[in-house]
Nanobody
């Protein structure tokens, strides 16, 4: 069974940092692409970032480029999202998602594997 488990969300002041973690199991991690999208109630899902585990290529939404960094630890099947210079508009539930390739335009599909989500709240 494919599983993605996120952790690391929380409350932080604007300008602060958080690191999210996503541990994958039940699939061949090295052949996958793992990333993040975020969801705010009443708004469309927004793809945030993705890393292709096999070649290390990374992708970012324009809204987070230069502030967020995605990385992977293949020994522990973990993907990290280091978030810095956080803004109130980064507040959302962040979901870890996985597929064989990073989706075009970071548009994660409804049938992609995903975790349960972790809340990130940035106060002004």
């Amino acid at each position: 069974e494919v599983q993605l488990v996120e952790s690391g969300g929380g409350l932080v002041q604007a300008g602060g940092s958080l690191r999210l973690s996503c541990v994958g199991s039940g699939f061949t991690f090295d052949d996958s692409a793992i990333g993040w999208f975020r969801q705010v109630p009443g708004k469309e899902r927004e793809g945030v970032s993705c890393i292709s585990i096999s070649d290390g290529n990374t992708y970012y939404a324009d809204s987070v480029k230069g502030r967020f960094t995605i990385s992977s630890d293949n020994k522990t099947n973990t993907v990290y999202l280091q978030m810095t210079s956080l803004k109130p508009e980064d507040t959302a539930v962040y979901y870890c998602a996985g597929d064989l390739m990073c989706p075009y335009g970071l548009s994660w599909h409804d049938d992609d594997a995903r975790g349960q989500g972790t809340q990130v709240t940035v106060s002004s």
